[in-house]
Structure formats: structure tokens, C-alpha cells
């Protein structure tokens, strides 16, 4: 009998699957190619390997948690089943409609996205629910049950049910649900009041279009991994990493697999917020760069940042819009065009652009040498002398200089007149300025100042970006933890088992009802609590109350926080100071005069954070003898630096060295800048802080 | 310049378009009115000391353009450079020297550095209300359209000027959410600045005068290059539209020379004696907006890359209204100016231009009441609800018109649900219009229906704001004209397109918004087009024949496969 607990992440990424075995207080990790005509293959591979590391029999792992972009990529690619929308009459056309605007106001030949579904694929019934939730047309059996009909006859496998005002009264979707349960049995069947209940047609319906869309492909991709990797020996109970941070039971991601888009990324931010707990850091930004997007999120009080939509599947350069959107509980974070493998061009105004394009992998940056001619990133950190040619990737790939320049010549030096590490330092500068200006933006909407925050960098380009980008935004401390290159994959094992329910419902707080918010608040208690229980049969679960206000007449809430008591004997002037209280801090002042609204009602359950050992932290006690010397290009003197190379691993713990230097490693390098100095702390991170 | 400092310019030029775009967002987030927050009715921009915009936010609508560029000229003279501190804030809502109308207030704020006036930022919003007749054509003259603010300051050295807040407040129908607005606008230059200030300690500038030169000298020289590629010709344009009570006429001819671009106006039609009148600056924002998608799209908005589109037209024609015509609903003919700059450039730049679409918003405000014709019930309420619709647009030379969406307005429509939360107001029907977009190789974007209603109790006045009841847009190179607008009562009582129109309790308003004309003949278009839009209920089957061409047999393999599930 095996006591320790051997539990086993998975994070299947698009390129690589990786896999984190954690052992008492060690880690295993491997990383496999990702195998998308069957994912689990690559996860059995993963596990065998890591089993074989760490010496153990698949049999001992206790528990596994699963993260996957199969789900986001299902949607982009629009690989999914034969579905249905079942919608409100005179409404069939809400998700192709969208906002009737355009995401790009001066591209005359702009193409909108298609919906998910067309329009013949989209069904109407004569009824109708007021926004009161009171029944305006009442919904007809006899109508339900002759739409079955014809829905049986075109053979569909998925249906999504999204009536208008369901979220305020949903007796007429569940009416649906019986009759097509009834009438069209193995027939999958999603309605948005239980997807998605919140106000707003678009965003409800595409979600639950989302939902439906995915569902079959989803189940029975995890049947099939549970019954795969009860045959390799691994039978343990498996929860699924959800979009929110938290983790939810094989079956509930099943029946709402839209939850599990970007969980990917979101076991990114959860790896940040356990690291920030180790560190007792309350203001955090975590910063996760790789091949062809940098990722950013706000890490408050050792929580990732939520929201309640988010745009999946942009089709126009990542612009805002230009997707679908999504609404369900989210970690709120800013995805852009940025990674290694960005390229880089001159356009009409001679300004150097990068991105959103990607060299990808095939043919990769110009140095990589498999016949791409353009430049990218890993170019510029190239000829700038922030990577070792022959020892990139662990050696894995040797890096072509020459192409590098050759490229960067070719795209942006001939054009601009600039000599190929001027060019190298343009496009490196402009790559940072856009992520800069991306976490910028994502503060002021969030009304914090990043100057008091601290970064964690990870991601394979991250620690490459990372001091540049802390000075350009004036941040003083950045934390580059081992284990980088896999960091979702450690986040999974770190996040609580969690389930957010939530609901649109109107009220002004001078209509305040403090019974009916009681009723209210209980009931989505309740629901949230038994989506967790069903994970977990014996942990304490704590509940988070969050009501999202304005005043009367603004189109955006923002979100506030209540305590249990405070949610559970509701007094109309504590919501109205606590609304105050955030407003002012987000937008510098309160509107006198004005009447408060509440739109959404949120109820997080979830089990206690798993308990972080803060650790003891070093000051730079030792410096560290240099291995070895290069020249390094430091942006912010604007100069060649001579910088001292050393290899990550022969740092000990309280050792450091000052900056300008170099610190490799197989799976990324970390550059550190002449105004920086870094130590390493106990549990192996690269603390890189202002020079003393 | 070195090679080095060719890097931080690059940067820097960067932030700057960062700087105002962050701006914009804080206004969105902060304002009240439903035209900011939700449609994005509002434009935001930085400028230096001479009063040059150096960058523009993306967020925002093009009516904005060009309007927002000049006004920070106009505070600069009517204050007085010697009469601005630190602390202070501007505003005002003249149509002629602000964006169009009185319902647009700018704001503008100095920006000091180290004791130095080194800049400014501007915003813009549209709000909901300015007192007067309300938001609509019915005014005879501006002085019936609302409150009139003068450039002047705001706040002087951070105090705000309290007799003036006392005088909008009093003048107006919602007057916390108007001051609420001003201070949202105020605010939002606030994060402009304090960004601005950052930049500059960042890169140890004193002012903007190098970095400005970068930019408008690199914008300049983008755009002429782009201006010079153009043949040297010059040609007309125009469309007729409903008008008010007669049909206006909106001509133009283009000119390309060496350097610039001219557009004249002249020969269209005089004013109009309702408020649907456009002062010069909205026209030239229009106009300068449909040159610039079609010629140079990816140039950054700031004051080189727009001078060298120059506008013309007569002294009180209706593109060139003066003081004091009434010009509250300036958009409803500003928005067909780009269609008939469009109607010009074609023949200058075949393939190049959208047909025309729909052209203006299909909006309409709600004035709901109890009911007056039987006792109320005790639930009844008053509420004003605005909301914002698009009809087809037109077909592009290589595809199809967009459907149901705006072209050139940049705004968005709000969820049926929101607007049903806002006030008694049902909207029953909100979907695309079948048949609507103008047969072609490359159809009209398809219009919409809608129907609107009132909670049972209410009875309601219907501000109706649209064109093209009786000139429907017309396609090009054979392609056929869209749909044409059309409004009625659900017991079939007539409706005008324009003007307030009483509805009684229990009637609806049945609305069906026009399609977009179509390119080229429907003969060529592609059959796999054809039959994919007869799937999709796009056309109905006797167009389908009647305009494509498709033969029964193909109609019904199309609707049988449509009806088993099969993909086309």
C-alpha cells in the first residue's frame, strides 16, 4: 500500500503534451509530442515515462488532473458534432448577427466570423418569457414535440436550447428538454440557463451553441482516456482543470465542456498564484510567453483574476471581436500576437511591426535553418547575443547566426537603413513595448498601477523578455521559477477542487430585498457546494460571494466581494459602500446622486487552498564565479554589455550574481539586465530584483 | 538621426497609440449614456502644443474623425495659450467647433511637464440628452436642439467652474448622468495624461516637438506616397435619399492630384428646414474616412495622414450647414456621404469600393407612458429607450455585402435583453430580413425586421430616424439595388420614416430595415453561393430562380437536403 500521494498533471498544449508526476515533494516531468487524432496516447506515453522516472507503477498514481485545448481548438477549427440551436422566434439569427458592428473599422473587404452554426441549423419556437420573467406567449407541447420531428429527421447529435430572458425564468427551456429527451433519446441536449444564465443573448446563446457543439467530441474523449488509462493501470479518480482556476469531476466536464476552454492557461496563472503564496506576494503579474502568444493575468491577494466573458477563437489578429464570445467564469487574462516565433516586417509608415503571424515550428525563425527567410523574435535574441547557438534547446537545435542577420537585414535593415543589431534591438524593443503596452491597458481596466507589482515569468521565451519588460513597466521584482517549461501542468496539481454558479437577476438598491438576495445567494450556495461535493466527499468548502454592480444607466459592472455574513444578512448601505469603496478605486471617483444596480449574483465554492510553506528568503549572500563571458545587446542603455554566463544549475541556493549576465538552461535563458542582480532562493526560483 | 533614437521614436510612437487607446476604454467604462458605453459613440486623442493630433484611438466612430483633429485648434484660439494652466480642463458642444451637434461634448485638457505645457488630450461623446426639443429632427434651428456650451474652461487650475455645472444641470433631462458624463470625459484624459507624462520621463523628454516631427513626417510621407501611386483623374458622384419632406440630392466630385485628394461638394442640395442638416467638419470626417479605408487603411489617424484629404462644399448646402440651422440628426446624411464619395472613386479605381449599403443607422427612440385611453396600471412608467440598428451593407468587388451590420457608423447595437431591462419596451423580432440584399455576383448584405412594442399598460411616441423608405441602394456593374425600408403599424396604419409618431396600447411597430445593393450580375454569381445562401434562408426559392437562375430541381435538392441535416 502505497501512503504517499502520487498525483499526475496533464496539460495537453498544441505542440507538446506535458506531463508533471509529483511525488511527496518531488517532480517528474515529461514532456510528449501532442497526438490529435488521439490525445490520450500521448498522455499514456507521458505517464509511462514519468512512472519510469519516479520508479513507480501506474497503479500507484492517486489522482489525476487534466487540463486540455482540445476543446478551445475544437472551436477554432470548428471540429465538432451536428448541432442545433433552438431559439425564440424572431430571434433566429442573434449569433450571426453579433453587434451588428465591425471589429476593424478601415479594412473594406473585412470578413466576420461565421457562427458556429448556419442558419438552417437553427430552429424557432412561438414563445416568449418578458424580462421580468414573467410568460408573455406561453410555449406550446404540441410545437416542441413537432420540432423533435424535425430535428430527428436531419439527424442531429447535439442540441442547443437558448430562449430570450432565460436566464430570468427558465421553465420554458427545461419544457424542451423533457420533450426532446422524451421524443429524441441519445440525443445530447444543453440549455443556456444552465450553461451560461446571465443576461444578454449573444453572448448566453453562443455559449451554449459552444457547449452543445463540443459536448459529444468531449465526452467521449474522456470516456475513452478513463477506460485507457484504467488499462494501463492508472485507476484513479480524474478531475478536470476548468477556465476558472479550479478543478471539477470527469462527469460535470462532460456535461458542460465550454467550461474547459483555455484550462490550459489557467493552470498558467494558478502555478503563478501558488508561487506568489510561497512568497507571500499579494500583487502579482504572471507573465507566459512561448512560441506564438504571450499570456498576462493579474495575480491579487494570491488570485488569479476572474471575469465572467471572454473572446475565444479570434480570426482578425487577435483583435478584440473578431472571435466568439464566451461566458462562463474565467481567469481574466490578455492574450497577444508575441512568442519566439512572432515575425517581424517594415510596414507602410517604416514602423517595425511584429506578429501576430508566427513562423511557427515549420519552418520556425530564420536561424533555426528548416528554410524560413523572415525574421522572428528568436532572430533578434539571436543577433543580440541573449541565446547560445550551440546550445539551444539543450543542443537539441543549432541556430544559424548568419540567417538571422541575413533575415533581419533583408525585412527591416535595408528599409529602415539600420545595421543588423540595431534591427535585432528594434524588433525586440517593439515586441516588448507591445507586451507592455498589452499589461498596460489590462491594469487601467482593472484600476491597478503596476508599479507595486511583482512578475513570475515562465514559458519557454519568457525569461528571455521578462527584465525588459519589468523596466519598461517599472516593475521592480521578477520571479523565474524551475519547472518553467511545464508550469500549467504543476499549476493543475496545485488548484482547489471549484465550481462558480451564477445568475442575471436586476435589482436597484433602492428596491433593495434582503430576503429575496438571501433565497438567492443560498440556492446558487447550494448548486455551486454540490458541483465540489461531488469531487470531494469530506473537504471543508469555503463559498465567495460576488455581486457585480453600477450605477443605474452604465453598461459595465464591476465585480464586489462580500463576506458570507455579509451575503447572508444583506444591509443596502454596506453593498452601497462596498460598491463605493471599489468604484473610486478603479475609476479615482464616486457619482453622487445616482442610483446603484445589481446584475449578476456569483457564488464560488470551493475547498481551502492548498497549504503553502512560505519560504525563508535570501538576500544575495554569495556572488556567483562566472563560467564565461559574452557580449550581450541591454536595450535600455541602448549598448553592447560584456555579460557572464552561468548554467542554472550549478547556482546554489542564497548564491546570486549582478547583472549584466546570462543564465542558461535547457529549456529557456534568463537574461538578466545591467539594472538587475539575481539570487537564487530555497526552492530553486531566480529572484531578479533592482540592483543594490 | 541616429541609428538608436530611429528605436525609441518607433517606441514611443507605439505608446503614444497605446496612451489614447487607454483612454478611450476608461471613457467607455466610466460614461453613462448608453451611446458611449454601449454603442462606442465617442473618439479620444492626443495633440501637441500647436494643436496637431499626433494619435488616435481605434476605439470609437469614424463621424469623430476628422471633427476631433481640428476642434483642439479652435480651444487654442478661443483661449488663448497665455490662458492656460495646469489644473484646467475645457469643453464645449458647438456643432461647428466640436463634432457635428450639440449632442457631442469634447473635452480637452492641457498636459504640463515639469511646469512646461508640452501637449494636449481630447475626447468626444455622444449623450443621450441636451435639453431642448430632444434627440430628433424636429427643431427648426439650433437654438431649439438644446443647451449651447461655448469653448470655455470647465475647471480653471483645478477648480470647476460650479456656475456652469449649475446651468447644464438645469437645462437638461438627465442631469447627473450629463455631469456624470463630463467628468467621465474629463477623467479619461486624466489616464491619457498621467500615461503621457510616464512616456516622456521614461525616454528624459522635455515636449513632444521631436517625436511629433517623427510621426507626422512619416504619416505624411506614407499617405502622399500612397496618393501619388493613384491615377490623376477626377469624377463625379452622387445619390439621392429621402430627405425629410423631400428627397436631397448629395453630389460630388473627386479629384486626385499629386498630393492630395479634393472632395467638392458642390451641386448638392440646400438645406433642409429639419435638424438632419451637417455642419462641414462631419462631412469632412465622412468623407476623409472613406478615402482613407479605401487608399490608405493601415495609416494611423493623426493630423499628416488627414490633411492631405481636403474637403469642399457651398455655404448652407446640406454638407456645409452654418449657424443656426438645426443639425441634431447630422448623421443621417452624414453616413451616405461615403457611398457617394465611393459612387465618385469607382470610376477612378474600378473594384476597389463597396456598392452602397444601407448607409445610415437604422435608430429609433422610445417615449413609453402609461396608457391614456383606459385607466393605467399602477406598474406603468415613463421611459425613453434609444437603441441602434443596422441595416445590409453593400456588396464588396471580390464578396458579399455584410449582413445586418454597420457601414460607415463604427457604433454597436445593445442585447434585446438589456434593452428590455432598461425600460417597458418589448422588442419582439429582431432577425435578419430574407431577400433583402440586392441580387449580384456578389449579393447586398441582408437588412433586418424588427418589431417593437410596449409592456401591457404603455402606450408610446416612436422617434423614427431612417432613409432609404423611398431610395433604396443601388447596386453596380449590374448589380441589383437592396431592399427598401419599410415602416408600418401592426394594425396596418401608415408610418413616415422620420419624425415622432404616436402608437396606442397595444399596437407594434413593424419595421423592416434595408439590404445592401449587389455587384456584378446575379447570373455570374457562383451556383455553389446561390445554393448555399437558399439553405440558409438568405433568399427564398423564387429568387433563387427568379434572380440566380436556379433551376426547381436544384431548389428542391437544396431544400430536401436542408431538411435531412446534409451539409452544403
Known amino acids: ?692 | 538621426m541616429s541609428n538608436k533614437s530611429t528605436v525609441s521614436n518607433q517606441v514611443m510612437w507605439n505608446r503614444l497609440i497605446s496612451v489614447v487607446e487607454e483612454q478611450a476604454q476608461a471613457l467607455v467604462r466610466t460614461a453613462f449614456s448608453t451611446s458611449v458605453r454601449e454603442a462606442g459613440d465617442l473618439s479620444a486623442g492626443v495633440y501637441d502644443v500647436k494643436g496637431r493630433m499626433l494619435a488616435q484611438a481605434v476605439t470609437g466612430t469614424p463621424g469623430h474623425v476628422n471633427a476631433m483633429a481640428e476642434s483642439v485648434g479652435h480651444f487654442i484660439r478661443r483661449i488663448g495659450s497665455q490662458n492656460m494652466f495646469e489644473g484646467d480642463v475645457y469643453i464645449t458642444n458647438d456643432p461647428w467647433e466640436g463634432t457635428g451637434h450639440l449632442h457631442d461634448i469634447t473635452v480637452v485638457t492641457p498636459s504640463f511637464h515639469l511646469g512646461k505645457h508640452v501637449g494636449f488630450f481630447a475626447c468626444t461623446a455622444h449623450i443621450v440628452d441636451i435639453g431642448g426639443r430632444g434627440f430628433g429632427a424636429d427643431a427648426n434651428s439650433v437654438y431649439e436642439e438644446g443647451l449651447y456650451i461655448p469653448i470655455m474652461k470647465f475647471a480653471d487650475r483645478g477648480e470647476v467652474d460650479k456656475t456652469l455645472v449649475k446651468i447644464i444641470r438645469g437645462n437638461v433631462r438627465e442631469p447627473d448622468q450629463l455631469v456624470g458624463d463630463v467628468y467621465a470625459l474629463a477623467t479619461c484624459n486624466q489616464v491619457g495624461h498621467r500615461r503621457l507624462i510616464d512616456m516622456m520621463v521614461e525616454f528624459k523628454l522635455v515636449d513632444l516637438v521631436d517625436i511629433a516631427e517623427f510621426i507626422l513626417e512619416n504619416s505624411r510621407r506614407a499617405t502622399i506616397e500612397r496618393i501619388a501611386a493613384l491615377p490623376r483623374q477626377s469624377a463625379s458622384g452622387s445619390m439621392t435619399i429621402d430627405g425629410y419632406d423631400t428627397p436631397i440630392d448629395l453630389k460630388v466630385k473627386v479629384t486626385i492630384h499629386a498630393d492630395r485628394i479634393v472632395c467638392d461638394f458642390t451641386g448638392t442640395s440646400g438645406l433642409d428646414k429639419k435638424g438632419i442638416n451637417v455642419p462641414l467638419v462631419y462631412t469632412k470626417a465622412y468623407a476623409c474616412y472613406a478615402l482613407k479605408c479605401a487608399i490608405a487603411p493601415e495609416i494611423p489617424n493623426n493630423a499628416a495622414s488627414l490633411a492631405p484629404f481636403e474637403v469642399e462644399a457651398p455655404v448652407n448646402s446640406i454638407v456645409n450647414a452654418v449657424h443656426p440651422a438645426p443639425v441634431a440628426l447630422r448623421h443621417v446624411i452624414g453616413h451616405f456621404i461615403p457611398d457617394t464619395v465611393y459612387d465618385a472613386l469607382d470610376k477612378i479605381l474600378p473594384n476597389t469600393v463597396p456598392v452602397e449599403g444601407a448607409g445610415c443607422l437604422c435608430n429609433f427612440q422610445v417615449s413609453l407612458r402609461p396608457r391614456t385611453d383606459a385607466p393605467a396600471p399602477k406598474s406603468a412608467v415613463r421611459s425613453e429607450v434609444l437603441t441602434f440598428n443596422s441595416g445590409g451593407a453593400g456588396a464588396r468587388p471580390s464578396s458579399d455585402g455584410l449582413n445586418a451590420t454597420a457601414f460607415p457608423s463604427g457604433v454597436m447595437t445593445m442585447p434585446i435583453e438589456a434593452t428590455e431591462n432598461a425600460g417597458p419596451v418589448i422588442i419582439w423580432r429582431k432577425e435578419l430580413r430574407p431577400d433583402s440584399g440586392g441580387a449580384g455576383k456578389y449579393r447586398g448584405g441582408l437588412g433586418q425586421f424588427m418589431e417593437v412594442g410596449a409592456v401591457d399598460g404603455h402606450e408610446f411616441d416612436f422617434q423614427a430616424m431612417f432613409d432609404r423608405v423611398d431610395h433604396p441602394a443601388r447596386g453596380r456593374q449590374g448589380g441589383a439595388p437592396g431592399a427598401a425600408t419599410t415602416i408600418k403599424r401592426s394594425d396596418d396604419e401608415k408610418m413616415k420614416g422620420k419624425g415622432k409618431q404616436f402608437v396606442p396600447h397595444g399596437r407594434r411597430v413593424m419595421l423592416a430595415f434595408p439590404g445592401g445593393a449587389g455587384f456584378g450580375s446575379s447570373k455570374d454569381r457562383d451556383p455553389v453561393l446561390v445554393k448555399r445562401d437558399l439553405a440558409r434562408g438568405y433568399i427564398s426559392a423564387a429568387v433563387a430562380v427568379r434572380d440566380y437562375g436556379l433551376k426547381q430541381t436544384e431548389v428542391d435538392a437544396v431544400l430536401t437536403a436542408v431538411r435531412m441535416g446534409e451539409a452544403l
Open chain 1, 1 to 692: 500500500m502505497n501512503l504517499i500521494a502520487a498525483r499526475l498533471g496533464v496539460d495537453i498544449g498544441g505542440t507538446f503534451t506535458d506531463v508533471v508526476l509529483e511525488l511527496g515533494d518531488k517532480q517528474y516531468s515529461a514532456k510528449v509530442l501532442t497526438t490529435y487524432a488521439a490525445p490520450e496516447n500521448a498522455i499514456i506515453d507521458g505517464m509511462h515515462q514519468v512512472c519510469a522516472k519516479a520508479a513507480i507503477k501506474t497503479s500507484a498514481i492517486t489522482q489525476i488532473i487534466h487540463g486540455t485545448t482540445l476543446a478551445t481548438n475544437a472551436l477554432i477549427e470548428r471540429r465538432g458534432a451536428k448541432t442545433a440551436l433552438v431559439t425564440t422566434q424572431g430571434f433566429r439569427d442573434v449569433i450571426e448577427m453579433r453587434t451588428e458592428s465591425r471589429f476593424e473599422q478601415y479594412d473594406l473587404n473585412l470578413a466576420l466570423p461565421e457562427p458556429l452554426l448556419p442558419r438552417q441549423c437553427r430552429y424557432v419556437l412561438n414563445e416568449r418569457i418578458g424580462a421580468k420573467g414573467d410568460v408573455l406567449i406561453a410555449l406550446q407541447r404540441a410545437d416542441i414535440e413537432a420540432l423533435a420531428e424535425e430535428l430527428r429527421v436531419a439527424g442531429y447529435q447535439s442540441i442547443a436550447v437558448g430562449l430570450i430572458h432565460s436566464y430570468a425564468n427558465d421553465a420554458h427551456e427545461k419544457l424542451v428538454r423533457e420533450v426532446l429527451e422524451k421524443k429524441l433519446p441519445g440525443v445530447m441536449i444543453s440549455l443556456s440557463s444552465e450553461v451560461s444564465p446571465q443576461m444578454r443573448e449573444y453572448e448566453r446563446f453562443n455559449t451554449v451553441v459552444a457547449n452543445a457543439f463540443i459536448k459529444p467530441l468531449m465526452k467521449s474523449y474522456l470516456g475513452r482516456l478513463a477506460g485507457q488509462l484504467k488499462v494501463e493501470g492508472a485507476d484513479c479518480p480524474i478531475f478536470l482543470m476548468h477556465s476558472g482556476g479550479g478543478i471539477i469531476s470527469i462527469e460535470n466536464a462532460a456535461d458542460f465542456p465550454v467550461r474547459l476552454v483555455e484550462s490550459g492557461p489557467a493552470g498558467g496563472a494558478v502555478f503563478a498564484a501558488n508561487i506568489a503564496a510561497r512568497y507571500g506576494l499579494d500583487k502579482v503579474l504572471s507573465f507566459d510567453m512561448g512560441g506564438t502568444t504571450a499570456k498576462i493575468c493579474l495575480i491579487k491577494n494570491q488570485t488569479p483574476k476572474t471575469s465572467r466573458v471572454f473572446e475565444v477563437a479570434r480570426t482578425y489578429r487577435f483583435k478584440k471581436g473578431s472571435g466568439m464570445p464566451i461566458s462562463i467564469p474565467v481567469i481574466d487574462m490578455v492574450e497577444i500576437g508575441a512568442g519566439g516565433g512572432s515575425l517581424a516586417s517594415v510596414d507602410a509608415m517604416r514602423q517595425i511591426r511584429v506578429g501576430p503571424h508566427s513562423a511557427g515550428s515549420e519552418p520556425g525563425p530564420a536561424c533555426y535553418g528548416r528554410g524560413g527567410t523572415k525574421p522572428a523574435v528568436t532572430d533578434a535574441d539571436l543577433v543580440l547575443g541573449r541565446l547560445d547557438a550551440d546550445n539551444f534547446a539543450g543542443g537539441s537545435i543549432k541556430l544559424d547566426a548568419a540567417a538571422s542577420r541575413g533575415a533581419l537585414a533583408t525585412h527591416i535593415g535595408t528599409t529602415l537603413q539600420l545595421d543588423d543589431q540595431t534591427a535585432a534591438f528594434g524588433v525586440a524593443e517593439v515586441v516588448d513595448e507591445n507586451m507592455a503596452n498589452a499589461a498596460r491597458v489590462h491594469a487601467v481596466e482593472n484600476g491597478e498601477d503596476l508599479s507595486g507589482y511583482t512578475m513570475i515569468a515562465f514559458g519557454g521565451a519568457a525569461p528571455l523578455h521578462a527584465g525588459r519588460l519589468c523596466e519598461k513597466l517599472g516593475v521592480a521584482r521578477c520571479l523565474v521559477p524551475p519547472g518553467a517549461g511545464v508550469g500549467s501542468a504543476i499549476g493543475f496539481l496545485r488548484a482547489p477542487f471549484s465550481f462558480e454558479a451564477n445568475r442575471s437577476v436586476y435589482m436597484r438598491l433602492s428596491d433593495f430585498d434582503a430576503k429575496k438576495i438571501t433565497t438567492l445567494l443560498s440556492e446558487l450556495e447550494s448548486e455551486a457546494v454540490r458541483f465540489v461535493r461531488s469531487c470531494d466527499a469530506t473537504a471543508a468548502i469555503l463559498p465567495e460571494f460576488k455581486v457585480y454592480m453600477r450605477y443605474s444607466g452604465q453598461g459595465w459592472e464591476i465585480p464586489v466581494a462580500l463576506t458570507a455574513e455579509q451575503a447572508m444578512k444583506p444591509e443596502v448601505q454596506v453593498f452601497q459602500s462596498l460598491f463605493e469603496a471599489d468604484y473610486e478605486k478603479l475609476f479615482g471617483r464616486v457619482v453622487s446622486g445616482m442610483d446603484v444596480e445589481i446584475t449578476v449574483w456569483a457564488v464560488n465554492a470551493t475547498t481551502p487552498p492548498q497549504k503553502v510553506t512560505r519560504i525563508a528568503e535570501r538576500q544575495l549572500e554569495s556572488k556567483m564565479a562566472m563560467e564565461a563571458r559574452r557580449q550581450i545587446f541591454d536595450p535600455a542603455l541602448a549598448q553592447q554589455v560584456d555579460a557572464g554566463v552561468v548554467e542554472r544549475s550549478l547556482l546554489k541556493t542564497g548564491q546570486g550574481l549582478v547583472g549584466p549576465a546570462v543564465i542558461t538552461e535547457d529549456e529557456t535563458t534568463i537574461i538578466v539586465p545591467s539594472s538587475r542582480q539575481i539570487v537564487r532562493q530555497d526552492d530553486g526560483c531566480i529572484d531578479m530584483t533592482l540592483k543594490a
